[in-house]
């Protein structure tokens, strides 16, 4: 599901990216603002930048991790900058919860978390995940209430 | 059900809206009268003064209805507050376990009326926007309803002063009283605003390298740096001395608040809880042995200076730092150090080689393009290149020194400890809970070398940054981190 979801928005990212960039360059062609070997030149280079970017979006989304447990939440993201983030669940003030229309084909949301620090963004969830996690969240806030 | 005191009516805000809304409407005014006075002989200075009572009379009517409408009563667990705004009735019920602090500030307006103003704000733990309850009261009861929710019922430096007697419930130790001294006053300027001494001895450097040339061109020329230099400090010494002035800070070892009293016109005292102080910060000057301390409060009344947190500014010397330090709940006790890696050193010697390198081609390239537009001493760019390698030399001789004894990350059971700077050394100090979340990271070359750096996400706090410990060995960190999961969820 989570590799539907990442190769349909890159599909998506692309088929955009390569429509707005051929009207771009028809329309320049047709202004004669760039000669046609330049417009060329161009079409190949943004192709090019597009698979690579496309390859380090894929290694990206490989490495990209979080997992949601009862006392804390790790995040582990980055290829050449290895990044591994840790929130407490006690910390997080409130949770927000998004789905367009791919994730919802694809049963994945999206969890804005925030805290009195920074928001921590959490995509790729399934939606059992983000269930049981707020039903975590809700059940350690009545105890807190309890208590 | 008690109010506020009835001359609070008389106190207005004034801003630069209220002032422009006050012009309106007694233009507005002005011209309805004149418009009913039309057939009768009145002068228009006549008219501007009626206009000027009427728009009183309705201003002062108005307050006093919101006066008579506005109540508060309090026991020794709640606190209530019935406000009435121009179209709703405001409501608050105040545990006292959530109330944060209790200030009371007193502006030279207020000291005319011999009003106290009592602020009374909830904590902001939870993540929620903190309320204040704003009364204006005699001093008995200002007093009065400070001691009321005094968790501990210390005796108030306030009451003692107000009737010479002192409370029997509690028997607390003996007050340490920290002052300002005039000394420190004139010293605050030097470390808030160095940059202002550097320029004007550059100038007068330069006026001395100028030589003739430089006094030839003019009184003005000469007097630019020494006017630089008086406009540059008349901000910083007014703030210090309006600011620090009459400052008293008071705390007792065996009990939860602080006491401050600072200001030299409008006077304002704030008790706060020890539990509520979260961060210390402090920014040690070597060559002029004293330090500037912030110490973050949360949940006080001063919202528009620094959001929920409110920063008290204190210049101390080292011994002083000590006892604020553990009056402010951080005891100075036995802490784990880890000290950075010895990258962190040859990337500072880079970026210093790198900005060295950057300065000298400047100074070549001014050379050519600039010696034709203006004509320099000869001795000037070969002076400014010995100046730009003394310079970075300096550089790289603090950077070592910062490497070797100042820079490290270290940690005990309660708190957190950052330090980072030579000659000025910048230490913060807060505690655990303060940590929303944290982040390890490594990049390749850090991966190679076994290092690792960490980013800690502390509480939103406006003038406190967010803090970070960079190129230390990665076993190191881990250790840290684990420390920090156990200490904020519990995990082992």
């Known amino acids: 599901m989570k590799k539907r979801y990442f190769f349909l928005k890159l599909g998506i990212g692309l088929l955009v990216n390569i429509i707005i960039t051929t009207v771009a360059l028809l329309t320049a062609l047709n202004f004669k603002l760039f000669s046609s070997q330049i417009t060329m030149l161009i079409i190949v280079i943004n192709i090019l930048i597009t698979i690579l970017s496309t390859f380090i979006k894929y290694a990206q989304f490989k490495k990209y991790v979080p997992n949601l447990y009862a006392s804390y939440i790790t995040l582990n993201e980055g290829v050449l900058f290895q990044k591994y983030k840790y929130i407490p669940t006690v910390n997080v003030q409130s949770i927000k919860h998004k789905r367009g229309i791919v994730q919802r084909m694809c049963k994945l949301n999206t969890l804005i978390l925030s805290t009195s620090g920074e928001d921590v963004k959490l995509t790729y969830l399934l939606n059992e995940q983000v269930a049981e996690f707020i039903a975590i969240k809700i059940e350690q806030r009545g105890d807190e209430y309890e208590a | ?492």
Not at chain 2, 449 to 455: N, P, Q
């Open chain 2, 1 to 492: 059900m008690k109010r506020n005191h009835p001359l609070s009516i008389l106190y207005f805000k004034f801003n630069v809206q209220v002032i422009v809304n006050f012009v309106l409407y007694l233009f507005t005014l002005n011209i309805a009268l004149s418009a009913i006075f039309d057939s009768l002989d009145v002068t228009m200075v006549g008219l501007g003064a009626l206009a000027v009572l009427l728009l009183l009379v309705i201003l002062i009517g108005f307050r006093a209805w919101l006066w008579y409408r506005t109540s508060y009563s309090y026991d020794e667990n709640t606190l209530m507050y019935t406000k009435v705004t121009k179209l709703r009735v405001k409501e608050i019920t105040l545990k006292s376990n959530k109330i944060a602090s209790i200030t009371r500030n007193q502006s030279l307006i207020l000291r005319i009326l011999s009003i106290y103003q009592v602020s009374v704000t909830t904590d902001t733990s939870a993540g929620d926007k903190n309320d204040s309850i704003d009364l204006f009261l005699s001093e008995a009861d200002a007093n009065a309803i400070i001691d009321n929710f005094d968790q501990e019922k210390p005796v108030s430096p306030f009451v003692a002063e107000a009737d010479g007697t002192q409370s029997t419930a509690v028997a607390p130790s003996e007050a340490i009283v920290y002052k300002h001294t005039i000394g420190e006053m004139l010293i605050f300027p030097i470390i808030d605003q160095p940059n202002v001494y550097i320029l004007f001895f550059a100038y007068i450097g330069a006026v001395f390298i100028w030589g003739i040339e430089g006094i030839e061109a003019g009184p003005t020329v000469a007097i630019i740096p020494v006017l630089l230099f008086v406009f540059g400090m008349v901000s910083p010494y007014i703030n210090s001395f309006i600011n620090g002035a009459n400052l008293t800070l008071t705390f007792r070892e065996n009990q939860d608040n602080l006491d401050l009293e600072n200001g030299l016109l409008a006077r304002k005292q704030n008790r706060f809880s020890k539990q509520n102080i979260r961060i210390f910060e402090y920014k040690y000057s070597r060559i002029i042995k004293r330090a500037h301390a912030k110490v973050g409060v949360v949940g006080t009344g001063d919202k528009e200076q620094t959001g929920e947190y409110q920063a008290l500014t204190l210049y101390v010397n080292k011994e002083k730092v000590e006892m604020l330090q553990s009056a402010c709940g951080f005891e100075t006790g036995e802490l784990e150090y880890f000290r950075p890696h010895k990258i962190s050193l040859i990337y500072s010697v880079i970026g210093i080689i790198i900005t060295v390198a950057i300065m000298i081609t400047a100074t070549a390239l001014a050379k050519v393009f600039i010696s034709d537009l203006l004509v320099l001493p000869k001795f000037i760019y070969p002076l400014t290149m010995v100046i730009i390698v003394v310079f970075g030399l300096f550089l790289l001789i603090t950077s070592y020194f910062n490497y070797k004894h100042s820079k490290y990350f270290a940690m005990n059971d309660e708190y957190i400890v950052i330090s980072d700077g030579y000659l000025n050394q910048q230490v913060d100090i807060f505690k655990y809970d303060n940590i929303q979340a944290f982040t390890q990271s490594c990049g390749p070359i850090a991966r190679r070398i076994g290092t690792a750096d960490l980013y800690l996400d502390l509480f939103d706090v406006g003038k406190f940054k967010d803090h970070s410990a960079k190129n230390y060995q990665a076993q190191d960190i881990e250790i840290i981190m684990e420390k920090i999961k156990e200490k904020i969820s519990g995990e082992q």
